[in-house]
């Protein structure tokens, strides 16, 4: 296989990609180059920048240099690594239109040596109507189909455009078909303005409308991802591939990038980076310079800001943080962190796509925090695979202590002593509530992740109303006779009492409850080993 996958995290992977001229480690950012002028010479890029592949545009030569038949794209630009070309489909996208056909393109491709090619699709464009954008997934589905024979055998690898814009169904039908077709890449075609326009969101659904419905042993390439900020998102997503001119075209506008933002050059009374530039330069020199020596140094400083973040997403794969990174950018930006919550809607697909956690610890910030793997499979695994105790027919739930893990804490090692007194102990099942994860059975405290989370204090309300609903869950058919409600008297014990009112209502099952400011007091212990004796039907409140 061509390419082959190393490491995963989230839907994010680590892998290596097999061209004709070299091995190129996923993900990876794709600059693009015009191939009539550069201000940072792609030799350069290779040597400092550690760029082992960038992308140019075969129509943009093949418009400059006609069909020179000795032409070579690697020896056009100076560059030992691996060349992508694009068709002249941006083109289409900003003129509407241009002067070559799909086969006069594929066959300049294969004639000046591309490493990965990519047919002449007809992008959507987000301000298609309906109809228009459905002539655009059939018009690129055609012209793929039809470019299967001209390039069979081919040594480059060639490139699947899907197209559909924001109309999710049409990309999802664009993937489908396109996915029958034995392209190597796949790429995600049309977000360019949606990615200007910030709207995240969108991204989202069309990243994943297409993701999913592509063959996973083939790279998938965004095309157009152009700012750092936005990296660790597109690989949470399955992307292992993107391109953009953004580093070369903000710099021109002599905007200065960042991982979490952009800053106007004008505005900077500090260069906060390390890159070589800014530790040699102060705003003020850079500002100084002649605008043509200023805008090439902006640009090598906002590559650099690119690749680092390249490596930084990778790393975070390796050790198994990328939610970690994609929570801090996320932050930088509310169209950002409007994205991150949008995964909630796709929570299940993202824990299914995540390996077995590597032991880190996590944290839960906010609601946001919600869709992590290891929250959404520690409940699918609860509701799935977890039985009560099958003698243990009355559940004690109690507020978890601070302690972690909580069935070693002082508080329970009190409780299991009270508990001892009774000649019942084994009727009782110990569990305990908290947020995120609603209920904890005491057996399954030391289990990861249960012992291993830090969640900010306190939790907003969407994730203690999340919690208490789990609650509710866990509640329902688990076949208790009796629910004895140890609780305290903060806004999550209020909600976690209401759901256990409704929930034992709807089962028939009576509910008996101390309620108190500190439920593992040795006094409210004292009258839990009463109720738990009398069993009464109930409740009881202490202040």
């Not at 550069?38 to 545009?57: D, G, S, V, W, Y």
């Not at 326009?197 to 790279?219: Q, S």
């Not at 979490?260 to 530790?279: A, N, V």
Request: proline share 6%.
């Amino acid at each position: 296989m061509a390419f082959e996958v190393r490491d995963r995290d989230l839907m994010g992977r680590l892998g290596r990609l097999r061209t004709k001229s070299g091995t190129i480690e996923t993900p990876v950012f794709l600059p693009v180059v015009n191939p009539l002028y550069q201000r940072i010479p792609p030799r350069r890029m290779m040597e400092e920048f550690k760029c082992r592949a960038l992308i140019t545009n075969a129509y943009i030569i093949k418009r400059h240099y006609g069909d020179e038949p000795t032409l070579d794209v690697h020896k056009l630009l100076d560059y030992e690594g691996v060349v992508a070309t694009d068709s002249g489909a941006y083109q289409i996208l900003v003129y509407g239109g241009v002067e070559t056909t799909p086969d006069e393109i594929l066959a300049y491709q294969r004639r000046i040596g591309s490493d990965i090619a990519v047919i002449l699709d007809h992008p959507t464009g987000w301000r298609a109507s309906r109809r228009r954008a459905e002539w655009t997934v059939e018009e690129t589905l055609r012209r793929a189909e039809a470019a299967l024979p001209l390039i069979e055998g081919d040594k480059a690898m060639w490139v699947g455009p899907i197209q559909g814009g924001k109309y999710i169904d049409l990309v999802e039908r664009s993937a489908k078909e396109m996915a029958r077709m034995p392209f190597d890449i796949f790429a995600l075609g049309s977000p360019t303005e949606v990615m200007e326009r910030y709207m995240f969101t969108i991204l989202v659904d069309m990243i994943v409308a297409a993701k999913t419905n592509l063959p996973p042993d083939r790279p998938f390439h965004l095309f157009g991802a152009g700012h750092p900020m936005m990296f660790s998102l597109a690989v949470a997503l399955g992307c292992d591939m993107f391109d953009s001119a953004a580093y070369a075209i903000y710099a021109r506008d002599e905007r200065y990038l960042l991982p979490y933002g952009t800053s106007r050059l004008k505005d900077l009374s500090y260069l906060p980076c390390s890159c070589p530039i800014c530790r040699r330069l102060t705003a003020e020199e850079l500002r100084e310079m002649t605008r043509g020596e200023r805008v090439r140094l902006l640009t090598e400083h906002n590559l650099y800001i690119s690749m680092a973040e390249v490596d930084a997403v990778k790393q975070a794969i390796s050790e198994g943080s990328l939610w970690e990174l994609l929570e801090a950018r996320s932050r930088s930006h509310p169209a950002l962190f409007s994205a991150l919550k949008r995964l909630y809607r796709y929570r299940d697909l993202i824990e299914r796509g995540s390996p077995t956690p590597k032991g880190k610890g996590i944290f839960i910030f906010d609601s946001a925090s919600l869709s992590r793997p290891q929250v959404t499979r520690h409940l699918r695994r609860l509701t799935e695979n977890y039985g009560r105790p099958p003698e243990a027919h009355r559940l004690l739930l109690v507020k978890a202590p601070r302690t972690k893990p909580y069935g070693r804490s002082p508080q329970y090692r009190r409780l299991l002593k009270a508990l001892e007194e009774l000649s019942e102990t084994s009727s009782i099942h110990v569990c305990f509530y908290n947020a995120p994860f609603g209920v904890i059975p005491e057996e399954l405290s030391e289990t990861y992740p249960l012992s291993q989370f830090e969640a900010t204090q306190p939790l907003d309300r969407e994730t203690l109303e999340f919690a208490s609903t789990q609650v509710a869950r866990y509640l329902e058919g688990r076949g208790y006779s009796q629910v004895l409600l140890l609780a305290g008297v903060e806004e999550f014990d209020a909600l976690v009492e209401r759901v256990c009112e409704e929930a034992c209502r709807r089962l028939g099952i009576p509910l008996s409850t101390i309620k108190c400011r500190d439920p593992w007091d040795s006094g409210r212990l004292e009258a839990l080993k009463g109720m738990l004796k009398e069993r009464p039907l109930g409740g009881l409140q202490m202040e």
